[in-house]
């Protein structure tokens, strides 16, 4: 059994992941206080298309390193966030007749963008500390 431990990743691919979260972390901030629509939050403009992107492009190059889960972590977040800003939508057009979609459709986008940052600032946290993502 060997001491050595495997190479970090390269210095280019932590300078990437640090972009994909300080651009979703931009878009969520964008769409939290300009929008009115929380649940778009990695969608909150070209910030948050970038950083799907750049997240895409990057994972292959972060496989077997640390930073794998953190482009799993912040892949997911977009495609959920999604997924509940669309049901969030949904409850509200198909409630707002009876007034009752006013409020569930806020509650479900709310609870969206707590979530969102919630996983923005866990994960930014972890790799700062150059620690992945448990679980993922």
């Known amino acids: 059994m060997s001491d050595t431990q495997a190479p970090g990743p390269a210095q280019s691919l932590i ?3 640090l972009l994909v979260y300080g651009l979703f972390g931009l878009a969520a901030v964008i769409a939290i206080l300009s929008h009115g629509f929380p649940p778009f939050a990695p969608l909150g403009g070209l ?3 970038a950083a799907i992107i750049v997240a895409y492009v990057k994972r292959d190059d972060a496989t077997g390193t ?3 889960s953190h482009y799993r972590w912040l892949i997911r977040t977009f495609w959920f966030s999604l997924l509940w800003g669309l049901v969030g ?3 509200f057009l198909a409630l707002a007749l ?3 979609g006013f409020i569930n459709g806020p509650a479900v986008w709310i609870a ?3 979530w969102v940052l919630y996983r923005l600032i866990r994960g ?3 790799f700062k500390d150059n620690k992945p ?3 993922m």
């Open 89 to 91: 939508l949904l409850l």
């Open 15 to 17: 300078t990437a992941t």
């Open 98 to 100: 009876v007034v009752i």
């Open 47 to 49: 910030a948050g298309i």
């Open 66 to 68: 640390w930073l794998a």
């Open 124 to 126: 930014y946290l972890l």
């Open 112 to 114: 969206t963008s707590i």
């Open 133 to 135: 993502v448990p679980g």
